[in-house]
């Protein structure tokens, strides 16, 4: 069973920037990268960024430019740094890989103030 446990979310000005972080344990099969989703209040899930195994990454277009997917491969940790946070951020966080077939974390929080 795979554990994904995410963190760094908090409360923010728009225009203001925070990273947050997932920790990804247990057992683990073969995969090809992870990604982050968020979900807003009353919307379904999204994906917003994702990184492969063979470095490349992609970006949900409202979010290039601003937010920075990487994975640290010593640690099992994936990040996303989130720059010039915007109000239509405002979601809770979470990781998976690609295909988002791994049971779903906490997630965590994000919220910009405008």
């Known amino acids: 069973q795979v554990q994904l446990v995410e963190s760094g979310g908090g409360l923010v000005q728009a225009g203001g920037s925070l990273r947050v972080s997932c920790a990804v344990s247990?057992?683990?099969?073969?995969?090809?990268?992870l990604a982050w989703y968020r979900q807003a209040p009353g919307r379904q899930r999204e994906p917003v960024a994702r990184v492969a195994f063979d470095g490349s990454t992609l970006y949900r277009d409202s979010v290039k430019g601003r937010f920075t997917i990487s994975w640290d491969n010593a640690k099992n940790t994936v990040s996303l740094q989130m720059n010039s946070l915007k109000s239509e951020d405002t979601a809770d966080y979470y990781c998976?890989?690609?295909?988002?077939?791994?049971?779903w974390g906490q997630g965590t929080q994000v919220t910009v103030s405008s």
């Open positions: 247990g057992r683990t099969s073969s995969f090809h990268g």
């Open positions: 998976n890989e690609l295909n988002g077939s791994w049971p």
